[in-house]
């Protein structure tokens, strides 16, 4: 599968760059670069797993990509309390990641559905 053609890479990589322009000059660099590590694993996490093998790999690896929007989430959620952005741009990333979210979700379950599926042809 060509992940480059996947909204969920694609909207993953446009919110990871967005991000990373809006944090770039920031001089707390503990909090930035693990800002900018969540930001990236999204859509380096999508690519990883479409280029998988295994349905079990893919979906293995589609949970780090999970676990990465919780992360980003909760650090933009951060970023809002100390006044580093403005609510209507954590606002905007909060909807793009709820989005991303449960598009990595659903991508998840058709492949469970595909190994559920090969697994019965073998019965």
């Known amino acids: 599968m060509n992940y480059q053609k996947l909204w ?19 001089k707390n660099f503990s909090f930035k670069d693990q800002v900018f590590r969540s930001a990236i694993s999204i859509p380096s996490n999508i690519a990883e797993a479409m280029t998988r093998d295994t349905p079990a790999d893919r979906r293995r690896i589609l949970y780090y990509a999970i676990g990465s929007c919780a992360e980003l989430d909760t650090q ?22 709820r989005q991303i979210y449960v598009g990595l979700h659903r ?15 073998r019965l």
């Not at 990589?13 to 990373?20: F, H, Q, R, V, Y």
């Not at 991508?107 to 042809?121: P, V």
């Open 107 to 121: 991508l998840r379950g058709k492949l469970e559905q595909s190994r559920d599926a090969s697994y019965a042809r």
């Open 76 to 97: 933009l959620q951060i970023a809002l309390r100390l006044k580093w952005i403005e609510a209507k741009q954590r606002e905007q990333w909060r909807r793009a990641l």
């Open 8 to 26: 969920l890479w694609q909207h993953s990589l446009d919110i990871a760059i967005d991000i990373m322009e809006t944090f770039q000059h920031s």
